[in-house]
């Protein structure tokens, strides 16, 4: 909202030497943040009017020229020819005799560009004949500024005139303040922040004159919707009066272009006391204006050319031949005010804030209007404001006063019983009744302080008090927030994070602790990436949540897994020449079940809000949501940490992937089992299968070649993607210390040769088994393929340690444990050693 | 060896008597020192201790003197033997210390070489910054909630006294699932999370909430349709809003130093009332910068004060739809933007800079911010 110092200060007493700022400051003192002040015109210097006296046309240039003298008063002239001034100027829409602004030398223009005396054309050019858009008062193409006949003298301060130097207050208003939307509004939140009084214009009921014509009758069917309509019909109105250059300068400045008198002086009084006006072209109307809901299959060219299609839940202004305009949201083209209007009906209402707010969102249609009536306005207003337009009207559009007409029906007032402690308990600050009292009273509040709790009438013009914590809340801010002291709530002991909280820290720091780098991708998915990590039709990964109003049309899906995102943001990484990138992720997708649709329900429940839903609505509620896990997801290409000097780089391989996957169990004490598995879009061939106690939890391994290359990613990267909620929910809490036994260790190595489709980790779990309790440790060193080794077989080598709690070993028993576990692998796998 | 001869006079037994011992001992003292390396020490040790040096044989002439000067002589030769021993023992750990540093020195290197090796892993700051501020609350007794980022339109509009008609609930800002009838939507805040403990939690509620939010704006230097905020809120009898002042004050002061206050400014929010703005009073010029055109201040702009979040006491139409008795409990509930608070703290100046997983920029702030 923008508010003209100037303007406001018609209203409501500001010390003369308060600059825009510190009236910023004023306001922010109530609460109204203030995001920016301008100046009008960014000119200084000696701006004057003139009157064009004689024009030469120079025809001797490639364009043409005027050599001008122009009147500029007798204090404005130079010695040689007192009172006048020669200017050349290149445009020309005006004649001799006209009104203009003239730039005297010194004057400094919008651009830092100072005016000087100099020689052009050859001719003295004494100064500039102005520009709306050299002034920076506005876009108009339309050359030089004329101002109508007879409202300067020659040598008048221009500044005043244009409403030059007035500074503009940029103010944001919350959607809870409608009423402030006017510089009425603005004015009284200025009075009160000075404790100073306030005139309120919004009470003056313009003096019109006697009525004398053929009223246009007034009717709403709907009194819910419109409980007040006011009509103001005027004759005589000339539709070439030009709007006065003040109104225009303030129009300009809260951002409104000018149209012509009646329309502009609509949008005058709107600004001025915050009631919304149409005028309707008066001899356009048959019969009588009603507000009334739209029927089905009726349709309205609005004044912006659009041809709408109206409802039943739109609520119009008719007559009884045609839609004459969207309620309090836009006018409609057919009776709007033209250049050979004469007549004027002006509709001034009252209508339900939610109708005009439906209809605005439904028609994609925000207007100066519909802002305003869908926060609220005085239900009071229509019949002053109303009255100050057709008193506008009458001055300086000649037009004559035909009458009124108005239904209505009368207002239940609003009264509150208010307890005057209340604004104390709720900042936990003491305001004495006196000031309480007072604060409502400048609200416009009548306050009854006889009983107790208090009965408090709000006024008309505040719609968004209608309980007592509004009240409570206006007491605190016009008291001032910053007379809230600080005091800190005692919250009853507390246990810290809870377990799953800590242990998914402790996975994050884990992953980076081994090099991997956290990033937090967008969930947005789409088909196309599916499609390039070779996921098949019918994986339920792509039975995703869908939006409706997805950014790109390409990503209209919510993630089922984190590959895509961390896909994308290795192919970042890469394009910006990293070769050796570890990413990892950790983060929610959403998983339909299979009979939860990607598009939700189509009447989802609605619980009641003036009560805590039942069970049986929380349990509808949850019903809606897709189950949203935790993943954990890590891609990996080219070396997980730099290499010695020297020393060659070694790439993250399938196995890094698996063990980290493995190494996060450990850290949080769970047994990941590995087993062969076969999923998009890892490498068939190299792709582990992630177990908690036979649970599939996820995959890890080589992504599949054809999958890179679809995503331009380098050959073998490496990537991990698992179900961290399950993970975690596994978690071993309180981990247990194990037996430090210190008797000496034995070590044996064994190599034995298994069919080359037997999984090592199936024949280390069979030793380990047989091996007993004497082994300590097991760990498979290299597999080797080959010539050493019968066709289609292969050579699985482990490191076993023996240990026992209370001896040292003898070596019967180890190589007894060691054999055991050979025999055992040989009966299960047809192992031999080598 | 000769037999023992009570007849013989020990000073007649030239290499045992003190003259001619002391120069066995100087002789050899002189030797140990004039030893250059453990090598040369050995050779000297054995010619002056060895079975062949002076000293030994000399003693072996201690058996053939009688009795009576044995005891004489014998204590001569310890003196003797036990000043070369000395001797030699200092100088071995002269000469092991010369060695052992010139080791050292042979084996040094150029240890900036040493770059290149060190883990590169690093957690990205909107998940350590919403640890932070977790652990902040947390020390204060609140419990750490969370919410799915799916979310019902009930809990992430109407609960919150967000009507059906509020601006907010268009597809213009908020993102709806299937359709814009659906009930369901990306949370717009983590709001809803608040209703779910107040739904779920025992009272009084002390919560902190960080999380993921979304909004229909598209991505720029500023604005990310995928953003992050923390909210607080704490349900308790005789809750104030001097209450609310305190906390954000202990909160700015534990992220951004001792003494930093915030301020309150008049605000709306359909879920609080009274509604505040939260500044925090400039961390790095402290209000110096203002109307001091010498040191301008690039954090603050000059303003002396930073815009943080919302705040507000919990409005009572909140409390009744989740079933608390506005007239037993009063609340408070504030939220800030993660990337923002990011920003002004780290001096991010883009956006994107969190949302591409560009390594560097992880990298930067290792396991924590
Ligand atoms: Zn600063």
Not at chain 1, 414 to 421: A, E, H, M, Y
Request: aromatic share 6%; with cysteine; hydrophobic share 40%.
């Amino acid at each position: 909202m923008k508010i003209p110092v100037s303007w406001l200060r018609e209203f409501v007493e500001i010390p003369e030497n308060l600059s825009g700022r510190e009236v910023s400051e004023l306001l922010l003192s109530v609460g109204f943040e203030v995001e920016g002040v301008d100046t009008v015109g960014d000119v200084r210097g000696p701006l004057v009017v003139g009157r064009v006296k004689t024009i030469e046309e120079l025809t001797d240039f490639k364009k043409p020229i005027r050599w001008c003298t122009v009147e500029v008063g007798a204090a404005n002239g130079n010695d040689a020819t007192p009172g006048i001034r020669g200017i050349v100027c290149g445009a020309r829409n005006f004649s001799e005799g006209d009104l203009v602004v003239v730039a005297l030398p010194g004057t400094t223009l919008p651009g830092d560009f100072t005016i000087a005396t100099r020689e052009t054309y050859g001719h003295i050019s004494d100064g500039m004949i102005c520009s709306v858009r050299e002034l920076g008062i506005g876009d108009e193409h339309d050359g030089i500024l004329i101002l109508p006949a007879g409202s300067a003298t020659p040598g008048d301060n221009a500044f005043p005139i244009l409403g030059l130097g007035d500074e503009v207050l940029d103010i944001s208003v919350t959607p809870d303040r409608g009423y402030a939307l006017s510089m009425r509004g603005m004015a009284r939140e200025a009075a009160i922040a000075q404790r100073v009084s306030f005139n309120d214009p919004g009470l003056v009921l313009a003096d019109l004159p006697e009525a004398g014509g053929t009223v246009i009758p007034a009717a709403s069917d709907d009194y819910q919707a419109c409980d007040l309509l006011v009509l103001r019909t005027l004759g005589n109105y000339n539709p070439a009066a030009p709007t006065p250059d003040f109104i225009k300068a303030r129009l300009a400045a809260v951002g409104v272009r000018s149209i012509s008198l009646a329309v502009d002086l609509t949008n005058y009084v709107m600004f001025e006391l915050g009631q919304p006006l149409h005028a309707f072209d008066a001899d356009k109307i048959t019969g009588t204006i009603r507000a009334r809901w739209a029927k089905a299959g009726e349709t309205l060219e609005t004044l912006d050319g659009v041809k709408r299609d109206l409802t039943t839940e739109d609520l119009v202004i008719a007559d009884d031949a045609r839609v004459l305009s969207l309620a309090g949201v836009m006018g409609g083209a057919y009776s709007e005010i033209s250049e050979t209007t004469t007549r004027v009906v002006l509709e001034a209402a009252h209508f339900d804030p939610t109708v005009i707010a439906k209809m605005s969102r439904r028609h994609k249609l925000s207007s100066e209007a519909s802002r305003r009536l869908e926060r609220g306005v005085d239900r009071m207003l229509p019949p002053v404001a109303s009255a100050r337009f057709a008193q506008l009207l009458i001055e300086h559009g000649g037009a004559t006063f035909e009458g009124t007409s108005s239904v209505e029906q009368a207002p239940d007032p609003i009264v509150i019983s208010f307890d005057p402690n209340l604004p104390g308990q709720v900042a936990g600050h003491t305001y004495e009744s006196a000031t309480v009292e007072k604060i409502l009273a400048s609200l416009g509040c009548s306050v009854d302080t006889s009983k107790s709790p208090w009965s408090v009438r709000t006024p008309s013009w505040r719609p968004d008090l209608a309980a007592a914590i509004d009240l409570v809340e206006e007491v605190i801010r016009i008291d001032g927030y910053e007379k809230v002291p600080a005091t800190l709530p005692t919250a009853p002991a507390g246990r810290g994070l809870t377990e799953l909280q800590k242990l998914q820290r402790r996975a994050g720091l884990h992953l980076a602790g081994r090099g991997l780098v956290e990033v937090r991708n967008y969930p947005f998915v789409g088909v196309a990436e599916f499609d390039a990590l070779g996921i098949p039709a019918s994986d339920s990964r792509r039975h995703a949540v869908q939006l409706a109003n997805a950014l790109s049309d390409e990503q209209p899906l919510m993630r089922t897994t984190l590959l895509p995102g961390l896909t994308g943001a290795l192919a970042r990484n890469i394009s910006r020449g990293f070769t050796d990138v570890a990413l990892f992720e950790i983060a929610s997708v959403s998983l339909l079940s299979a009979d939860q649709s990607a598009t939700g329900v189509t009447n989802p429940p609605r619980p009641s809000v003036l009560q805590r839903p039942s069970a049986t609505d929380i349990e509808a509620l949850e019903a809606l949501l897709p189950e949203q896990p935790l993943h954990l997801g890590a891609l990996l290409t080219g070396a997980l940490k730099p290499a010695a000097l020297g020393a060659k780089p070694t790439p993250a391989s399938w196995s890094d992937a698996i063990d980290i996957a493995l190494a996060l169990g450990i850290e949080l004490g769970v047994e990941i089992e590995v087993s062969a598995g076969e999923y998009a879009p890892w490498h068939p061939g190299r792709c582990a299968a992630l177990s908690i106690n036979g649970e599939l939890i996820g995959y890890a391994g080589e992504l599949a070649p054809k999958a890179l290359e679809n995503l331009g990613l380098p050959k073998r990267a490496v990537a991990l993607e698992l179900n961290l909620s399950a993970l975690l929910a596994a978690a071993n809490v309180v981990a247990s210390a194990p037996a430090i036994w210190t008797f000496p260790v034995a070590k044996e190595d064994i190599a034995l040769v298994v069919k080359a489709d037997v999984a090592a980790t199936d024949v280390l779990n069979v030793v380990r088994e047989a091996a007993g309790e004497l082994l300590e440790d097991i760990r498979l060193f290299d597999v080797y393929e080959g010539s050493q080794v019968a066709e289609g077989h292969k050579s699985l080598a482990f490191a076993l340690r023996f240990r026992a709690q209370d001896r040292t070993l003898a070596a019967d028993e180890v190589s007894a444990a060691r054999q055991a576990g050979v025999d055992a692998a040989a009966k299960s796998f047809g192992a031999s050693l080598r | 060896m000769s037999a023992p001869n009570k007849s013989f006079d020990p000073v007649e037994v030239t290499t045992l008597s003190p003259e001619v011992l002391a120069g066995f001992v100087s002789e050899a003292i002189s030797a140990i020192s004039a030893a250059n390396s453990l090598d040369e020490l050995k050779e000297v040790r054995l010619a002056h201790t060895g079975d062949r040096s002076p000293l030994s044989l000399a003693n072996r002439e201690i058996g053939a003197l009688p009795p009576a000067a044995k005891a004489e002589a014998g204590k001569r030769m310890g003196e003797s033997r036990g000043a070369v021993n000395a001797a030699l023992a200092a100088r071995t750990q002269e000469l092991e210390t010369l060695r052992d540093a010139a080791l050292l020195i042979e084996e040094s290197v150029d240890v900036t070489t040493a770059t290149g090796v060190r883990a590169q892993g690093g957690r990205h700051p909107l998940t350590t910054i919403q640890e932070q501020i977790a652990d902040v609350f947390v020390a204060l007794g609140y419990q750490l909630a969370e919410g799915p980022e799916i979310e019902s339109e009930w809990l992430n509009f109407d609960a919150l006294n967000i009507a059906p008609d509020h601006p907010a609930r268009t597809m213009q800002d908020t993102f709806f699932i299937g359709s814009e009838d659906s009930g369901i939507v990306l949370r717009t805040h983590t709001s809803p999370v608040q209703i779910r403990s107040m739904l779920n939690r025992e009272l009084p509620i002390y919560v902190i909430c960080p999380g993921r939010v979304f909004r229909t704006d598209e991505l720029d230097s500023t604005h990310s349709p995928v953003f992050h905020q923390v909210e607080g809120l704490v349900i308790d009898k005789g809750i104030t809003m001097a209450d609310l002042k305190g906390t954000l004050d202990h909160f700015a002061q534990s992220m951004f130093g001792e003494g930093i206050v915030t301020r309150l400014r008049p605000s709306y929010f359909p879920f609080t009332e009274p509604s505040a703005e939260v500044d925090l009073q400039c961390f790095v010029c402290r209000g110096t910068s203002v109307d001091n055109p010498d040191a301008p201040c690039r954090t603050c702009r000059s303003e002396g004060w930073i815009e943080w979040g919302g705040c507000g006491m919990v409005n009572p139409k909140v409390l009744v739809a989740t079933g608390i008795d506005p007239e037993i409990y009063s609340g408070f509930a504030f939220g800030m933007g993660l990337e923002r608070t990011l920003m002004f703290r780290h001096g991010i100046t883009d956006m994107r800079d969190m949302v591409e997983g560009d390594v560097r920029f992880t990298r930067a702030f290792g396991l924590g911010v």
